[in-house]
């Protein structure tokens, strides 16, 4: 009984990685399923002249519309701040100062989408036009088994 778990497990070992036209597909499939997400984020700045980071912890909500991306993100700590993205326009909202900042963002709109929905329902077609893609195979994350690209 032990040989043959000892093979079952070098053979698991051993498994080929899925292969990356594989991988595209299922995130193709996906792609067409996503509408929003909603997950907790934290940002560092690294400044490298002073060799100095900050952080701030937050919530980041999205959701794709037919106008474009609208987004909610929430900073808590250090300093409470509220960014609302809707289409080409960004707002920052500063409770402290009861002030709002609003920002034309429609230079910046294909990076942000690329930035924000990267791998959140963009075709592979699509990311292939801004990225190269390589299959950095299996890896385990919080023990959940992920494909690395």
Not at 9 to 15: E, F, R, T
Not at 63 to 79: D, M, S, W, Y
Not at 127 to 141: A, E, N, T, V, W
């Amino acid at each position: 009984m032990k040989t043959a778990l000892s093979i079952l497990m070098l053979a698991g070992v051993l498994a080929p990685a899925e292969p990356l036209a594989d991988i595209l597909a299922r995130m193709d499939r996906a792609a067409g399923e996503f509408r929003s997400l909603s997950a907790q984020m934290k940002r560092v700045q690294f400044t490298a002249v002073l060799s100095e980071s900050s952080e701030m912890d937050g919530v980041v909500r999205l959701k794709r519309a037919r106008g474009g991306t609208l987004g909610v993100i929430e900073f808590q700590q250090p300093e409470q701040r509220t960014v609302f993205i809707k289409g080409k326009e960004v707002q920052i909202y500063y409770p402290k100062a009861n002030a709002v900042e609003i920002y034309d963002a429609s230079k910046y709109t294909s990076n942000m989408d690329q930035i924000l929905l990267l791998g959140f329902g963009t075709s592979s077609t699509e990311l292939k036009k801004s990225y190269d893609f390589k299959d950095g195979g299996p890896q385990k994350i919080n023990g959940t088994d992920t494909t690395r690209i």
